[in-house]
């Protein structure tokens, strides 16, 4: 996903190419047959950033597609790991979990601002985008944090804690909208800066939400938060925006 820009941006949606590169049944087709090249690779422990280069070269994929590309992928390793740790909706009530604030909010906002998002082969989704330093809220922020703050709500989740990034520019300003709508809201939420996020998400057996594969990765358990989003609040499907090619070989 891209940020729009100052003048003109009140939404989180596509860049003029993305129809062209992820829109079509060519793109969609070239997407498929290059995630199942690299998830081959990446399954046999070659190296990400040569074997990203290797699919990009052979189907003349555009950085905009490489970065979803390498969003979707992962090797099977990853996809066997991270589904251990993986926690069902029963496994939640009661349960106090950590949200990668801005990864969420972000991808969320992408889905309802009509960009594309793109399933991984670990079952989560991706945008590809990415915040330089500054935030900017878009019309479908509250929505977005509403959205989550039901849906864990009827989950009985015990407690939510939202983590952001403490060096982003208006961090500062979610945090007290998150502590804003809590109150109107009756959300049971604390809302933290880090300077350290992806460290912090992993420590202390933390129950978490997110979709960054380094944190899945090394984290204790997580949730897939926005893939129960799409499936119960909003039916996949009814988005067109939503890509989730799937393996054709191994």
């Not at 995630?35 to 699919?55: C, E, G, I, M």
């Not at 509403?146 to 849906?151: A, D, E, F, H, I």
């Not at 709500?153 to 982003?168: A, G, M, N, Y």
Request: aromatic share 8%; glycine share 6%.
């Amino acid at each position: 996903m891209q940020e729009n820009s100052p003048k003109t941006g009140k939404n989180r949606g596509k860049s003029s190419e993305d129809d062209k590169a992820f829109g079509t049944t060519i793109a969609q087709n070239k997407l498929q047959e290059g995630l199942s090249d690299l998830h081959f690779l990446l399954s046999r422990d070659y190296p990400s950033k040569s074997s990203l280069a290797l699919v990009g070269n052979r189907y003349r994929l555009t950085k905009r597609q490489l970065t979803a590309l390498l969003g979707m992928s992962c090797s099977a390793n990853d996809i066997q790991n991270r589904k251990n740790k993986e926690v069902n909706t029963t496994d939640l009530k009661n349960k106090t979990i950590y949200l990668d604030g801005f990864n969420i909010l972000i991808l969320l906002e992408t889905l309802l601002s009509g960009g594309y998002i793109f399933k991984g082969l670990d079952g989560c989704y991706r945008d590809i985008s990415s915040v330089h330093g500054t935030y900017r809220k878009v019309n479908q922020t509250e929505e977005v944090l509403l959205l989550v703050g039901k849906t864990l709500e009827t989950l009985e989740i015990k407690k939510v804690v939202w983590i952001f990034d403490k060096p982003i520019s208006n961090s500062g300003k979610l945090k007290v909208l998150c502590y804003e709508l809590a109150e109107k809201h009756n959300f049971s939420w604390d809302a933290d800066l880090e300077y350290s996020p992806d460290k912090f998400l992993v420590q202390e057996d933390r129950l978490i939400c997110s979709s960054d594969a380094w944190i899945l990765n090394e984290c204790t358990s997580w949730f897939n938060l926005v893939k129960h989003i799409i499936t119960t609040s909003y039916k996949q499907g009814v988005f067109e925006n939503i890509i989730s090619p799937e393996i054709v070989t191994v």
